[in-house]
């Protein structure tokens, strides 16, 4: 009864005061528990401290042993003392208040293990059901035991807490009474509670049990949106609880309308699974969203939850290291670029690139020019490119002196390798070089690491050319040989210029700027793309400079990562490190302190963050949004992963689903699949969620909306923008929408007047935002402004989905302006959005 007896302590200050109210005396109470919980976290704070002091002692021993059990203690009590100084918002923020179990059985945790309540947990009588609260149960962002290990605050991952989530008037379980309580910092702001079993007489400690507020969910649907994504962790529902709680075994796929509430779902889902098994996912948790605007929008909800550090948030234009999104490509070039069919062209890029001169790449749209010289080497008064034709290399054992030398096509790549050995001239033509290369090409293995087998076949070709095999008859001799023959040809600096210039290391920025030659791009795409695509593609690489470097696209991204995996990395040698006094006392590779692993700097993290390649579990959200190339990308960074893939059909940006569905499967593999599908619009009041089923409806016919839970009794406005008057009439709504919500307001508009848009609300302050239309995917705003809703359909193919996503951001008011193109009636209302 340890829980139970808890609460009996917390409720010492009066509970019948009617001139305070219900509410007031239920708000001191909670305050109350609020205060012991902080009480006992100051005394945790104290216990770890403690350990550090402690632990700091130990080292001073000086043994091998005690400074490793120093550092491991000082790296646990630090993480602990870390998390317990943490300042939470709404530290604790919820309340269950249950019957006795069935079984009568309590966890670890001190809680009733039972779902159901027991037998004689409710008596008839001839005034109806009765029953007595039997347990309550704190639900908080971490765990709090008090000194006699029982719950102050349970953890929200727990199984004890899912009651709070899971139970529903339908199917209430043993929970009388949800509460969410509000707080800031260690003040108890207010709480509304649930009442779950309404037809029920209950009591608490002989009284009544009290109801406050109109609904929790309510309240919290009703607050104010700012510029960065709140938690859930007070409201989530049990169709979302069961997606956040499902085995995270294989693959977990989730649909859901707007405002259901998938990105939150995916940030909670990825929380829980550190706290039920954080030794397998502490090795990495990726969660990819669509924007850099999501990603700052939802990059707080972790950390707010307890969980920093273990998990990447990335947008997909940042997955490559080095490389980070800044521009966009036009719809047509997206398709293509974005398309399945581009694996072909990259794969002959990446060996064409091979043929390329050395040095700066030409303009886009030029060839080079048959006169100019390589950058690698002078060339001679003939134009052919020579390397040193002497070497210096001991004579062997005919008394010849190896030599090497080369000749190119002037600006291209060497034609003709020429070494001296033996006492004779050998050389490799233009032809031999060109089979010697297609034999390298034949197999599947980057185009990079190749470079060890061309340096053999090349070796390989000069020993038979030199008459040395048909001279050396005993094995043994032939191999000590041809042992010397490539240690003195491969060895001299000619022979390695001649390596380096014939099979240079190519990078994928080179090689995508290369693609930006269209003549070259069309000979790599041939049969693959048509001369339009490749005139859009090479044109849109014109921003590129010779070493790739310039704005990138979110699908050159995907382009690049395709490349590195094609091109590959040669091993580089190690650079030697120096020897740490303490590695040769305590034979252990790194010996660190708290304040080395948890420093805001983490270099050592961020380090490993860059090199890690393999997620543990991979979460995508908006996954309708990616493209094949894209789906590739993500692939290769979960290959032994468990997956969460969050997204909505309807709300699809890209073209070709079919195309981009069978991608998906390629990247989750064969992996079982486990389906949820989230129905209930939490976001959208239903006077707007029922105009955005009017673009639902054309964008796709027959897909259910998600149904909306609350009415504010506001319809959506219309207002006329037509004859150049967009840029006045977008800012006079936003004008008035800030003085009618106490949040946020997003000016939602076609791709191409992002900059127009951003130009219209100059001075109005922080709490306006201009964003193209794209760019909305996943945000949400107390109101919006959707100007031209034509000009959004009609931007890409998949136009009228887009449109869908922009009308469904608003909480509660919606604005629409109606341009020329909307061929808007009497009331601006735009062709698309009539009944």
Request: hydrophobic share 40%; glycine share 10%.
């Amino acid at each position: 009864m340890a829980a139970q007896n808890a609460t009996h302590d917390d409720r010492t200050a009066p509970r019948g005061d009617r001139g305070d109210g219900v509410r007031d005396s239920e708000i001191r109470i909670e305050q109350a528990h609020l205060d012991r919980v902080y009480h006992r976290l100051a005394e945790k704070i104290h216990e770890a401290e403690f350990l550090m002091d402690d632990a700091a002692k130990r080292g001073q021993v000086g043994t091998p042993g005690a400074l490793a059990e120093r550092d491991a203690q000082v790296f646990r009590a630090g993480v602990h003392l870390n998390r317990l100084n943490s300042e939470f918002e709404d530290f604790l923020f919820g309340r269950i208040d249950l019957l006795p179990g069935k079984d009568g059985q309590r966890g670890p945790d001190g809680a009733y293990t039972s779902v159901e309540p027991a037998d004689d947990a409710i008596r008839s009588g001839p005034d109806g059901d009765r029953a007595e609260i039997a347990e309550t149960l704190h639900i908080g962002r971490i765990g709090v035991l008090d000194a006699d290990y029982a719950p102050l605050v349970i953890d929200w991952r727990a199984p004890a807490a899912a009651p709070f989530y899971r139970s529903t008037p339908v199917a209430p379980g043993r929970v009388v009474r949800r509460r969410v309580i509000r707080s800031k910092g260690r003040r108890v702001l207010g709480v509304e509670d649930d009442l779950l079993r309404p037809e029920l007489s209950a009591t608490l400690d002989g009284g009544a049990l009290p109801v406050v507020g109109d609904g929790a969910l309510m309240a919290a649907l009703g607050q104010a949106r700012g510029h960065t994504m709140r938690d859930i962790v007070a409201s989530i529902q049990a169709e979302q609880d069961q997606v956040i709680r499902a085995p995270a075994a294989s693959v977990t796929e989730v649909e859901g309308g707007p405002g259901t509430g998938k990105t939150a779902v995916a940030l909670h889902r990825a929380a829980y699974l550190l706290y039920q098994d954080r030794r397998r996912y502490a090795g990495g948790i990726l969660v990819v969203s669509p924007t850099p605007l999501l990603v700052a929008y939802t990059e707080g909800v972790l950390p707010s939850l307890g969980e920093e550090g273990q998990v990447a948030i990335r947008a997909v234009g940042s997955l490559v290291e080095g490389a980070e999104a800044t521009t966009y490509d036009t719809p047509a070039v997206a398709r293509v670029k974005g398309s399945s069919r581009m694996v072909k062209v990259l794969r002959k890029a990446a060996r064409g690139a091979l043929e390329l001169p050395r040095g700066a790449a030409p303009p886009a749209g030029t060839d080079p020019s048959p006169s100019s010289a390589s950058a690698s080497a002078p060339s001679s008064d003939n134009g052919q490119l020579t390397l040193d034709g002497a070497l210096d290399g001991a004579m062997d054992a005919h008394g010849g002196r190896p030599g090497a030398g080369s000749g190119s096509r002037p600006g291209g790549p060497p034609e003709r390798l020429r070494v001296v050995a033996f006492g004779a001239r050998i050389e490799l033509g233009a032809e031999e070089l060109r089979t010697i290369r297609q034999n390298v090409l034949s197999g599947t293995a980057p185009v990079n690491l190749l470079r060890p087998r061309a340096r053999r076949l090349l070796l390989d070709a000069l020993w038979t050319r030199s008459g040395a095999p048909r001279r050396y008859t005993d094995p043994e001799l032939a191999a000590e040989a041809r042992e010397g023959f490539d240690e003195d040809i491969s060895s001299e600096d000619s022979f390695q210029e001649f390596l380096d210039a014939w099979w240079p290391e190519l990078t994928p920025r080179s090689v995508l700027a290369a693609m930006a030659d269209e003549k070259r791009l069309n000979r790599w795409s041939r049969r693959v793309l048509n001369p339009r695509e490749v005139r859009q593609v090479a044109r849109s690489l014109a921003r590129l400079g010779p070493d790739g470097q310039g704005p990138l696209s979110v699908h050159d991204v995907a382009l690049l990562d395709e490349l590195t995996t094609l091109l590959g990395t040669p091993a580089r040698p190690a650079a030697p490190r120096e020897a740490d006094p303490l590695d040769l006392l305590t034979g252990l590779d790194e010996l660190t302190t708290y304040a080395d692993r948890a420093s805001p700097r983490r270099s050592r993290a961020e380090r490993a963050e860059r090199e890690r390649a393999d997620y543990a579990h991979v979460i995508v959200d908006e996954a309708q949004d990616l493209t094949p190339m894209q789906w590739r990308m993500i692939g290769r960074r979960g290959r032994h992963a468990t997956w969460t893939v969050v997204g909505d059909p309807a709300q699809s940006s890209w073209s070709d689903p079919d195309e981009a569905g069978r991608a998906r499967d390629e990247a989750l593999g064969s992996r079982p699949r486990r389906r949820f599908t989230l129905t209930v619009n939490y976001r959208n009041p239903a006077e707007i969620a029922e105009l955005a089923t009017k673009v639902l409806t054309l964008a796709m016919p027959g897909t259910p909306a998600p149904e909306a839970v609350r009415s504010t009794g506001v319809a959506p406005r219309f207002v006329p923008g037509a004859d150049g008057g967009l840029g006045a009439a977008a800012r006079r709504e936003a004008v008035r929408l800030l003085e009618e919500v106490d949040g946020t307001v997003g000016v939602v508009v076609a791709m191409n007047r992002r900059a127009q848009a951003r130009q219209w609300l100059t001075g109005l302050g922080d709490r306006v935002v201009a964003l193209g239309s794209l760019e909305a995917k996943g945000l949400e705003y107390d109101a919006t402004v959707v100007v031209s809703p034509a000009e959004i359909a009609d931007e890409s193919p998949a136009g009228l989905r887009v449109l869908y996503v922009a009308l469904t951001r608003a909480t509660q008011r919606l604005t629409v302006v109606s341009g020329d193109r909307d061929e808007p009636d009497g009331n601006a209302v735009p062709d698309l959005l009539r009944d």
